[in-house]
């Protein structure tokens, strides 16, 4: 029979095995490791010097990410890269957040396209699309007409084809709202130039949005039409950025 002397000075098998895990994975750091083992699934992130921060929302069938300022929300594309690292991607093909196989994120933007090291700094609400009333999209279409019709000195319409026969109830207006926000987000973005203003100025009316079995847009004599697809939640319409470069080309 052995003491307990000895049996104290046996070294416990768990701690022993655990330690070994470790070392052989690489002294894994703990901040990586808590975030892969018990954060949410809708978190906010951001830089270390706080000047970029957006909610990325894994809680659906795909992901989605807003940008800290922005209206638009974007669908991203989910992928497997090199070392198992998780690769997330815009409509367009461009990767913009990058996670790697212990959790730690990389943003990828025009200011540093080979990336940059961003952290969950807490829990953020879904992006998910909520269903409104056709008064909130009303009212966003007469804030956008009266913030634009400002900017370029001249009136602006912007309105729902038949705000009478809106399609979706709901649902139907959560997409004509976001259509509208997003819409504007590229009006303002062309009117901040002079040479951009000038030609809205000039050429733009109108901008109707109009219900459509495909995603489209078009200008046509003065007006800009936006087709939106009200079944198809975000990408049920146009991002911000088709419409803008369409714009530039155009006007």
């Known amino acids: 029979m052995r003491s307990g002397a000895e049996r104290v000075l046996r070294p416990p098998i768990g701690p022993v095995i655990a330690l070994w895990c470790v070392l052989i994975l690489g002294l894994i750091p703990a901040a990586n490791l808590a975030w892969s083992q018990g954060a949410g699934q809708i978190s906010h992130f951001s830089s270390p010097d706080g000047k970029v921060g957006f909610v990325l929302d894994l809680s659906g069938e795909r992901p989605l990410m807003r940008v800290d300022d922005s209206v638009e929300t974007f669908i991203l594309s989910e992928s497997l890269g090199p070392r198992g690292d998780t690769l997330y991607k815009l409509n ?12 730690s994120y990389t943003l990828y933007d025009r200011f540093f396209p080979d990336g940059r090291p961003v952290q ?19 009212d966003e279409a007469a804030s956008v007409a009266s913030t634009l019709s400002e900017r370029l000195g001249r009136p602006l319409k912007v309105a729902a084809l038949d705000w009478e026969n809106v399609p979706g109830n709901k649902q139907g207006a959560a997409v004509l709202n976001d259509a509208i926000k997003v819409t504007a987000s590229a009006l303002r973005r062309l009117s901040f130039d002079t040479i951009g ?14 219900p459509s079995q495909s995603v489209s847009y078009e200008v046509k004599g003065r007006t800009l039409n936006i087709y939106y697809v ?7 319409r146009p991002s911000s950025n088709d419409i803008f470069r369409h714009l530039e080309f155009i006007l």
């Open 92 to 103: 367009n093909n461009y990767l913009i957040l990058r996670r790697n196989n212990v959790g």
């Open 120 to 138: 969950s700094d807490g829990p953020a609400r879904s992006l998910e699309l909520r269903p409104v009333s056709l008064q909130v999209a009303k």
């Open 197 to 210: 203003q000038e030609a809205l100025r000039s050429g733009l009316d109108e901008v109707i949005f109009v």
């Open 230 to 236: 009200w079944q198809n939640g975000y990408e049920g």
